[in-house]
């Protein structure tokens, strides 16, 4: 079946040329003339793809991409803003509202094709991840006793799309239940009150969190942002709660969670108080790649904001650039854009204070 594109432009021409581009090119492809009428069919059609205009009559294109970003249905879709407009604080607002993708007019056919085909490639990738992070998930809870039990409380889940730098939830919010992240990545942090972060986790598919305040009857003392587009399932509070008390070897499954959580913290506190920025960055790169490295083949490479790495390293940002430049000087790791590669494990794990 072929892969379905929706085409939001207010130009006629653009949006014709660029329709039969991707109708050649096997796609089905439908249009809209501007916001509006962008957001309806969206909703009607439930494309693969979005590829949207920025500058448009009635709603522009982030407002297009705001009000799907709401809509549970549309949220996950990706999106590829199409403009003229090529100014760099244009494309870092786009990027930073959640768009996957910017191409500026004019362009030709293979850059409007790489673009399409490299983001319907890495949906499908990510679809993937989700199919196999539940089948993970359904395993461990059909290892625990008192599986109606287990399969009344999945009745009752709410499945949420975060688009990238969503706030899940906040220091101080009241608890809405247990939170499973099917795909993408999850940063756990607490804020400082002269507004600095500390990362102290990251989710990986297939992981609960935001559960110690639900056993522990509180509001969140720590926040969630989406880091990449996800998915996320949410067990209602009561259920989870009532689960707790009726399965002992619910329990203890996330007792040994927390037991885990709580060593880690404790090692990381340690760190901070005796390790170098350098030691704690080397660190902080293998604990990445012993979450996320899953081609055990290639070398480890992530994408990583140096903000959020920064943070999660327990110093300023332009340490961190600094350090990040030693470690490209004596071919430790790779840098190309926010991609980093690791080059040197066996470095990192000796790296000295």
Not at 148 to 171: C, N
Not at 221 to 250: G, H, M, Q, W, Y
Not at 301 to 311: F, H, V
Not at 329 to 349: A, C, D
Request: net charge negative.
């Amino acid at each position: 079946m072929s892969k379905r594109i929706l085409l939001i432009e207010d130009n006629a021409d653009v949006r014709e040329n660029t329709a039969e581009i991707l109708e050649l090119a096997g796609y089905e492809v439908f249009t809209a003339e501007n916001g509006k009428l962008g957001i309806e069919m969206a909703q009607q059609q439930s494309p693969d793809l979005i590829i949207c205009d920025i500058m448009m009559p009635v709603l522009d294109g982030y407002g297009v991409l705001h009000l799907l970003g709401k809509n549970p249905k549309t949220a996950a879709t990706p999106f590829i803003f199409l403009t003229a407009k090529s100014e760099r604080s244009d494309m870092r607002k786009g990027m930073e509202m959640g768009a996957d993708d910017y191409i500026t007019k004019p362009f030709d056919d293979v850059e409007l094709l790489r673009a399409v085909e490299s983001r319907l490639k890495r949906m499908e990738e990510q679809q993937r991840v989700t199919g196999s992070s539940r089948e993970n998930v359904n395993r461990m809870l059909k290892s625990v006793k008192g599986l109606e039990d287990l399969k009344d409380i999945a009745s009752r889940q709410t499945v949420k799309f975060y688009k990238k730098k969503d706030t899940i939830f906040s220091e101080g919010d009241t608890p809405l239940g247990l939170y499973l992240l099917h795909s993408g990545k999850v940063k756990i942090y607490k804020s400082h009150q002269l507004g600095k972060e500390f990362i102290t986790k990251w989710i990986q598919p297939g992981e609960f969190f935001g559960f110690l305040p639900l056993i522990e009857g509180r509001d969140h003392t720590s926040s969630a942002e989406a880091v990449e587009n996800c998915e996320v399932t949410i067990f209602p509070k009561e259920d989870f709660i009532d689960l707790l008390e009726r399965s002992p070897l619910v329990s203890q499954k996330f007792i040994q969670m927390l037991a885990g959580n709580m060593l880690q913290e404790q090692e990381e506190l340690m760190a901070l108080a005796y390790n170098s920025v350098r030691k704690r960055t080397a660190d902080a790169l293998l604990k990445l790649m012993e979450r996320y490295h899953t081609d055990k083949d290639k070398a480890f490479n992530m994408a990583i904001g140096r903000e959020d790495l920064a943070n999660m390293v327990g110093t300023a940002t332009e340490s961190l650039i600094r350090t990040l430049s030693d470690f490209r000087e004596e071919k430790i790791i790779e840098i190309n854009g926010s991609q980093i590669t690791l080059l040197n494990v066996e470095k990192l794990q000796r790296m000295k204070n």
